[in-house]
Structure formats: structure tokens, C-alpha cells
């Protein structure tokens, strides 16, 4: 009798322990925002016309403004996310990166779509006029500021480096800071994708 309860306790209390683990809230490797309303739609031109973030509802969309000419953090950040999207296979048709120049004079779309194919060639890469990148940018709390570089760089410019994540409905859901790795990215997207 006594054996009997003590494996009923041990099978009820594994239970419980395999239920907890598959059934745990998800803790998410970036931050999370609470957006009470859709993210703010624009209009940029890519490499075959203009390209509208309402494009793609129905698919999560990752956010992420750079320059080609960057020299570290956005070639990091991208192959991040290349690899990531490797990772989740087939759910990748459900994601939509977005690269938004912050650097007109030099990226074209031509030149965006050639940089950005090299990490995943899903990638849209889109450009506009300064004072539309501008607007972009101020709506979704991008800083950038073009200094000085060397003769062999030209000018640099510093930017916030999130990667910001928009959910299939439009709403801004998370923020990765710079130095995600791929695993915590492709982590998020699986957890979102499932919602």
C-alpha cells in the first residue's frame, strides 16, 4: 500500500514538473512592448518600386535601420538574422526583414538589394529621400548622425542598433538590443510565430 502511494506521489509530482516545463510562460530575449496602437506605416522604395510595412501584415516584420557602408554592427546584426531564419526553416516565409538606409547619398536600392541578398535572400532593403527617411526614422525612435570618417571609409554614421519586431496584426511587439544571438532571435520568432 505504501509503495503504492508513494509511486502514485512520484508519477503525480513528474506531472506536474513535465507540465510546468512544456506550459511555462515564454521569456522573451528581447523587450517587450505593449503598443496600444498599429506601428506607423510607410512608404520606401526598393529595388523593384515602393515597398509599404502594410505590404506585409499577416507576417511578422523585422525592422532594422543601418547603412551598407556600416562597417560592424550592421553586417553583425543582419547574418544574425540570416542564420535565424535558417534555423526556424520553413516558418522563415512568415517573417519579413526590412532594411531602412539611413544613408541615401550611397545606398540605392540597387546597391541594398545586392548587400542585403548576402545575409538572406528574403531581405527587402529600401531607401527614400533624406526627409522621409528622416520621418521614418523620428517614428520609431531611431537616432543617427553622420560624423566624419577616414579617407578610406568616408563618412560614418552612428545609429541606434535595435532590431525591432512588428507582429502579423501591426503592432510593435519587440525590441532585440545590439548583441542578440542568433539562437535568443530565432527563439522569439518561434514563440511568435506559434501565437
Known amino acids: 500500500m505504501k509503495i503504492k502511494f508513494l509511486l502514485s506521489f512520484f508519477a503525480t509530482v513528474l506531472g506536474l514538473a513535465v507540465g510546468f516545463y512544456f506550459f511555462r510562460p515564454h521569456t522573451f530575449h528581447g523587450t517587450v512592448i505593449q503598443s496600444p496602437e498599429t506601428s506607423h506605416d510607410f512608404t520606401l522604395t526598393g529595388i523593384n518600386g515602393n515597398v509599404s510595412l502594410s505590404d506585409y501584415r499577416g507576417k511578422l516584420v523585422l525592422l532594422y535601420f543601418g547603412y551598407t ?56 532593403g529600401v531607401t527614400g529621400t533624406q526627409e522621409q527617411l528622416d520621418a521614418v526614422a523620428s517614428l520609431y525612435g531611431i537616432f543617427y548622425q553622420v560624423n566624419e570618417g577616414s579617407d578610406a571609409t568616408g563618412y560614418l554614421i552612428d545609429h541606434t542598433a535595435t532590431l525591432l519586431v512588428i507582429d502579423r496584426e501591426g503592432f510593435l511587439k519587440l525590441v532585440f538590443p545590439f548583441g542578440v544571438t542568433v539562437d535568443e532571435i530565432a527563439d522569439d520568432l518561434k514563440y511568435m510565430l506559434r501565437q
Open 69 to 124: 557602408f556600416c562597417p560592424d554592427i550592421c553586417p553583425a546584426t543582419l547574418a544574425n538574422v540570416g542564420q535565424a531564419l535558417k534555423q526556424i526553416g520553413s516558418n522563415a516565409d512568415d517573417v519579413q526583414t526590412i532594411m531602412i538606409s539611413l544613408d541615401p547619398q550611397r545606398d540605392t536600392p540597387e546597391k541594398l538589394a545586392e548587400y542585403t541578398a548576402h545575409f538572406h535572400p528574403s531581405f527587402i
